[in-house]
């Protein structure tokens, strides 16, 4: 079980990666809205999973992960020079469509309410 350490660490490099995102000039990254959706730390931290997501979809997301693989030593070294920590740890970007699949399921629900208040009989 991950105690309070590891939670307030995990929480600190979630938020200076979301800044550290926001200097990095590969085109893939940066011109694109990158949501950072969960940040998996080894307990030695010597690895960190870094899952992300874009509103543009699955394709984009693919490339926005091969921009931050190829800009890997910068934010690396972003991070370290942020954090004080013994040992930055090595970064894993991972794709997801976690954003994608909840606005879909959000119009879903939208569509069936519509749907609802269309079949309702108006009260007198």
């Known amino acids: ?9 995990t929480e600190d490099i979630r938020r200076e990666l979301t800044a550290i995102f926001r200097k990095v000039k590969d085109p893939r990254v940066s011109e694109c809205f990158v949501s950072i959706v969960r940040v998996d730390v080894t307990n030695d931290l010597s690895y960190c999973t870094v899952y992300v997501s874009t509103m543009e979809g699955s394709e984009k ?17 972003e991070l370290g020079n942020a954090l004080s920590l013994r040992h930055t740890p090595q970064l894993i970007f991972k794709g997801t469509d976690s954003i994608e699949y909840s606005a879909h399921i959000s119009k879903l629900l939208n569509d069936l309410n519509v749907k609802n ?7 007198e």
């Open 1 to 9: 079980m991950p105690s309070h350490r590891m939670d307030r660490t």
């Open 61 to 77: 997301t693919k490339e926005v992960v091969k921009g931050l693989k190829s800009a890997a030593g910068f934010v690396r070294r």
């Open 117 to 123: 208040e269309e079949t309702k009989e108006p009260e």
